[in-house]
């Protein structure tokens, strides 16, 4: 049984920097997450990605982020069960919570955190009758790597932010980019839509709107898509190319966690945004982009601030009857678990004596 202050279900971003406001007052965590690796979407979906709305950062990968947050949270040592799926959670007698993966590992804790982003994620395919037989030969629903398409022919499908920016991105990476989109209009950001188009000018991407793939070819490998074309009179193109990667997004599942007594709004856990963003089950809080609220904004951004807020709170239920005086970090510094202090100077200030 590992034992804990705090349990967070979720390494994403939000679920780690909860760390370091938790430990800023004194609380220990122990972190849960389904995938191997912490960072959530950000290590596993899109780690080469910019993020533009980190303070201070003008544009940081998303990869970087998550290594900077582990460089920030490293002196308060939280532990870290990774390549499990919190599967149940159960009340004990003391109020406490023991939290179950789906393979038996078991955490207790006075307060369960869930960080878990928007649950597990499956990706939206297009309906291609063989798609399923190409898939790691060549068909992808993300990209991890961008070199792994260095100087290969891509076949990009979709009409929002991914697909536009990751085939702005491999344009200067792969020997070939075509984007296929069912409609003119895109749906991302009108700057990523104007690069895109600029792009096309000059020769860099193939655009095809109006347009949807809808045959894939090859032996072992794929080899080439089929373009069909809404209008008729276009028919279909035949675009050979080395790897296709439909990006339609992804469709989010809470998972077991749904299956907690936790009260769900379209697929989201509703918390008490006006104090703590705690959940109807006391001593279980939400926060990232997993909760919802009136006004909620699905940012990295947001669940920081709302993994400051619960933490406050959280600190009444591991340390009960005890006051906690907020200091801030530029007062009292930080210290870590690990003995480490960072601290500003003080100034010394010396009399004059006349």
């Known amino acids: 049984m590992i034992k804990t202050d705090i349990i967070i279900i979720g390494a994403g971003p939000t679920g780690l920097f909860t760390v370091f406001e938790a430990g800023l007052l004194k609380m220990k965590t122990h972190l849960i997450d389904a995938l191997p690796q912490p960072g959530g979407q950000c290590s596993e979906i899109y780690p ?23 460089e920030q949270i490293a ?27 789906n393979k038996g590992t078991q955490h207790q804790a006075p307060v369960v955190v869930i960080a878990g982003g928007l649950g597990s994620f499956e990706p939206r ?65 009108l700057d990523s839509v104007e690069k895109a188009a600029e792009l096309a000018k000059q020769g860099k991407i193939r655009l095809y709107t109006e347009a949807e793939v809808k045959k894939l070819y090859g032996d072992e490998q794929l080899e080439a898509v089929v373009i069909k074309h809404n209008d008729p009179a276009k028919g279909e193109t035949y675009v050979e190319t080395d790897h296709f990667i439909p990006l ?89 678990f690990d003995g480490s202090k960072k601290e500003a100077k003080k100034e010394v200030v010396q009399s004059i004596v006349m």
């Open 125 to 189: 395919k297009p309906p291609i009758v063989n798609i399923a037989d190409f898939e790691d030969k060549g068909v992808a629903y993300m990209i991890k790597d961008p070199e792994v398409y260095r100087n290969k022919k891509v076949v990009i499908a979709g009409g929002g932010d991914s697909a536009l920016d990751w085939s702005i991105f491999l344009a200067d990476v792969a020997s070939e980019v075509a984007l296929v989109h069912r409609r003119n209009e895109f749906r991302g950001a």
């Open 248 to 336: 339609f997004g992804l469709s989010p599942k809470l998972g077991p966690i749904g299956d907690w007594g936790l009260e769900i709004e379209k697929n989201a856990i509703k918390v008490n945004n006006s104090y703590d963003y705690q959940t109807n089950i006391p001593g279980v809080y939400a926060v990232g982009d997993v909760n919802t609220y009136p006004g909620k904004l699905k940012l990295i951004l947001s669940g920081f601030h709302e993994a400051a807020v619960m933490c406050q709170s959280a600190y009444q239920l591991v340390n009960p009857g005890k006051r906690y005086v907020m200091k801030y970090t530029t007062v009292g510094g930080v210290t870590g």
């Open 48 to 70: 080469k990605k910019p993020i533009y709305d980190i303070p201070a950062y003008p544009e940081i990968l998303a990869g970087d982020l998550v290594d900077r947050l582990m």
């Open 75 to 101: 002196p308060f040592e939280p532990g870290f069960t990774l390549g499990e799926r919190a599967e149940t959670l159960e009340k004990q007698e003391d109020g406490s919570f023991v939290v179950t993966t």
